[in-house]
Nanobody, 122 residues
């Protein structure tokens, strides 16, 4: 069974920084794209940043220049470094990964983490 476990959320003042981590564990053959999404109260979940297995990245316009996504393929971990945080960045942040299982019959599935709260005070 594959799991994604996030960490690193919390409360920070506007202008501050946080680093989120998301580690994948379980029967894993290969991890393709990984990404971070967020969902604020009353809003739809939106893509924040994504990174391919070859480390190509893309970002939502609202976070370009402030957030950096990276990954460690040895540790099966994706990171989101967030700087110059704004109150509008407040949301639950979710990790997502496209993983091919290491089971006898491999299958490709998207997995979600449980979410981590990021709150930015003004």
């Amino acid at each position: 069974q594959v799991r994604l476990v996030e960490s690193g959320g919390g409360l920070v003042q506007a202008g501050g920084s946080l680093r989120l981590s998301c580690a994948a564990s379980g029967s894993i053959f290969r991890i393709n794209a990984m990404g971070w999404y967020r969902q604020a109260p009353g809003k739809q979940r939106e893509l924040v940043a994504a990174i391919t297995s070859g480390s190509s990245t893309n970002y939502a316009d609202s976070v370009k220049g402030r957030f950096t996504i990276s990954r460690d393929n040895v540790r099966n971990t994706v990171y989101l470094q967030m700087t110059s945080l704004k109150p509008e960045d407040t949301a639950v942040y979710y990790c997502n990964a496209d993983i091919i299982s290491g089971t006898v019959v491999p299958y490709d599935e998207h997995y979600w983490g449980q979410g981590t709260q990021v709150t930015v005070s003004s």
